[in-house]
């Protein structure tokens, strides 16, 4: 592929990119490849496929079917092979989890109210620091610490 023309970016070095790899792109997502077995198959980087991605409409449209291809390979592949003693569903699992995140990796929500489902209730209180002796201070002083310690490490 590297005696084909290319196409000229407006900065830096010309893009390797050719319409022509729609097509190209499709079938590799009939054949379960990964974005990085693509981009393998261009001889180019994965950041190179995600910026025809954004460049490039006809490409992106390929690349979405390609993502749908490859996900329907790999849902084949369990399917044909669950009664196969021999499959490993923990690899499969971890393998689709990683390529497919959006259906197949666990999402946890944790949400958090009242009695009965209400709303929460929450109560300020205000702490007038110069009613507080010199070990209330310093004590409180340590808490603020701590949590902006807490807020820059989050």
């Known amino acids: 592929m590297s005696d084909e023309k290319t196409v000229k970016n407006k900065t ?6 050719l319409p022509e790899y729609c097509e190209r792109v499709i079938e590799l997502g009939k054949e379960g490849k990964s ?3 693509i981009a ?6 994965k ?3 995600y910026r025809w991605e954004e460049a490039h409409e006809e490409f992106r449209t390929a690349l979405a079917r390609a993502k749908a291809h490859s996900q329907c390979w790999w849902e084949n592949a369990a399917q044909e092979n ?3 003693k ?7 699992l971890k393998s689709v989890a990683s390529r497919f995140r ?3 990796t666990d999402k946890q929500v944790t949400e958090v109210s009242g009695p009965n489902g209400s709303p929460l209730q929450v ?9 507080l002796d010199a070990d209330q201070r310093a004590a409180l002083r340590s808490m603020i610490e701590a949590a902006r310690s807490e807020k820059k490490n989050a």
Request: no cysteine; aromatic share 12%.
């Open 12 to 17: 830096g070095r010309p893009s390797k990119y």
């Open 35 to 37: 974005i990085a077995q």
């Open 102 to 104: 959006e259906d197949y």
């Open 86 to 92: 021999n499959f490993n569903a923990q690899i499969w």
């Open 40 to 45: 393998s198959a261009f001889d180019v980087d």
């Open 82 to 84: 669950v009664s196969n």
């Open 47 to 49: 950041a190179s496929i």
């Open 123 to 131: 109560q300020s209180q205000v702490i007038d620091a110069r009613k």
